[in-house]
């Protein structure tokens, strides 16, 4: 299965940089997550690792591929932050899902048994399967979230990339998420999913990366929720950073 492997990796949006001498390798079977406070270039990695932004240095690949050609043979999939969709569109969740079929389908683009039973199974999988005829938009955001990551699984995406899935997302649709993505890396897929919620990570993750505009560290889930280690991520000082993680049980 692919890991992800960024070699001093650098984007500018023109003069703005997002990312700075980035070197990172994320494994397959493992559920990897990406910390970092807003603006610290987690969406720009995604949008890197995807092939969707040009890096000015450094380069990315996925199972020894370029982006471009992992995105082409269906190796990987992008859950992306919800306001990037346009959930107006007039589209089901089924065919939301069956979009993970493109690559599968013959030339007709006709979808056939396969396929239809790929996506009846990534429905399951996601416990979508009673609102599979529901305009996208009409459904919350957790059950939007879980519609694309059931897109990559139909897809047979061996590489899942999910920005701030449990942004604006309830417990129970939390739990549902945390529990699909521990199954998906057991299954010895790649899992790389931002996030901004520290107390949810033990249960998430077996490991994170701390991300400033360039890695600060890479390690196990206790390594990056020290207090001195958040602070140098989120520029606050230790002791508050202290006093939140043992409000919250963080520590
Ligand atoms: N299209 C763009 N044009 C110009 N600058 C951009 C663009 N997209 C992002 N940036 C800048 O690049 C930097 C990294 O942004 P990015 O969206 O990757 O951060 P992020 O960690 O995902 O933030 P958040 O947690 O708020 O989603 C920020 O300084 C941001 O303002």
Known sequence: MSAIEAHDLGVRYGAVPALDGVTL???????TALIGMNGSGKSTLFKAIMGLVRPHSGEVRIGGLTPGA??????????????AVDW??????RDVVMLGRYGHQGFTRRPRRADHAAVADALAQVELTDLADRQIGQLSGGQKKRAFVARGIAQGAHVLLLDEPFA???????ATITRLLRELAADGRTIFTSTHDLHGLPQLADEA????????????????????QLARAFGLETHSLTAVASLDGVA
Not at 25 to 31: E, I, L, P, S, T
């Open 70 to 83: 992992a995105r082409r043979r269906g190796l990987i999939s992008y859950v992306p932050q919800n306001e």
């Open 209 to 228: 990366v701390l991300l400033k505009g360039h890695v600060l560290l890479h390690g196990t889930v206790e390594d990056v929720l020290q207090p001195h």
């Open 168 to 174: 604006g997302v309830d417990k129970r649709s939390e």
């Open 88 to 93: 107006t569109f007039p589209t089901s969740v």
């Open 25 to 31: 390798r994320v494994d397959a079977g493992r559920v």
